[in-house]
């Protein structure tokens, strides 16, 4: 890409860096590498809590702010900006933006829901974490950190797309959000990966002057990401159909596959 501009990167995780079932970022490391060259910021932005994200970020060696649980929070390192920005609370660590409504809320909106449809769902809440281990492929230590909720409920339930829209209409109607994340249906507040990039887009605007902005993303909770960033790219899985609610993302690259090879190449393609 010629730009003179400052690029910033913003990825979802699980399906995009990640391959959807070995969580193995491996095939993007010539790119990862790329970008630290070039030290570009890179933003990871997932439906992941933020326990896990940091376990993410450890093995990436990032040190950038993150958005967690589909925007219901954002992250900024104490040392990420020169300047003083609002915030909501802060850890040692952090400064932390919460963008969402507290876990106990959304459960209990998820409890109300499954009874007034009377649709089988459950929750991470109602789960063991024998059934996630299974469920998500993952370790024990890594079930752990995905049960660490603080702005998000993901579900799996029975029945096809009309018990979907139904759940999704009742979630609205408590002030509550439904989204599909590709693995699970997320039920959370009211915010999304668009308004937290939004909101990391300005800080960095401020940081930095001019920037262009990248998002990259495998699902449907990243359109709202897709839709506030400069170049909007979107990797799609062999034989799944386009979501109807790509064609309103202006300047969106469609890329042919999943995961982490995918990610490289495109990467490559647009920083090399
Ligand atoms: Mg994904």
Not at 169 to 182: D, F, N, P, S, T
Request: charged residues 25%; negative net charge; hydrophobic residues 40%.
């Amino acid at each position: 890409m010629t730009t003179t501009r400052k690029l910033v990167v913003f990825t979802d995780l699980d399906g995009t860096l990640l391959h959807p079932d070995t969580y193995s970022f491996e095939p993007a490391i010539p790119a990862l590498r790329l970008i630290k060259e070039k030290g570009i910021p890179l933003i990871l932005s997932s439906s992941k809590t933020r326990a896990e994200m940091e376990f993410y970020r450890k093995k990436l060696d990032n040190h950038h702010p993150f958005i967690s649980e589909n925007g219901g929070a954002l992250f900024v390192p104490k040392d990420s900006f020169s300047f003083p920005f609002p915030y909501d609370r802060e850890t040692e660590e952090y400064f932390v933006l919460e963008l969402g409504q507290s876990y106990a809320q959304i459960v209990e909106v998820f409890e109300i829901v499954k009874a007034e449809t009377g649709m089988r769902m459950r929750g991470f809440s109602d789960m063991t974490d024998e059934e996630l281990i299974s469920l998500c492929g993952l370790s024990p230590e890594e079930v752990r950190f995905a049960k660490k909720r603080e702005y998000d409920e993901p579900f799996v339930m029975e029945g096809g797309e009309e018990e979907v829209q139904l759940v999704k209409r009742k979630m609205g109607e408590k002030g509550m959000r439904y989204v599909w994340g590709g693995r699970f249906h997320h039920l959370t507040g009211k915010n999304d990966k668009g308004k937290a990039v939004r909101i990391l887009k300005e800080l960095y605007e401020n940081q930095l002057f001019s920037i262009a902005t990248v998002g990259i993303g495998d699902s449907l909770n990243d359109i709202p990401m897709l839709l506030v960033v400069d170049h909007p790219i979107f990797l799609k899985g062999e034989g799944t159909p386009l979501p109807e609610a790509l064609s309103s993302i202006p300047n969106l690259t469609i890329v042919n596959g999943t995961g982490p090879q995918a990610w490289n190449d495109i990467m490559l393609r647009i920083i090399g």
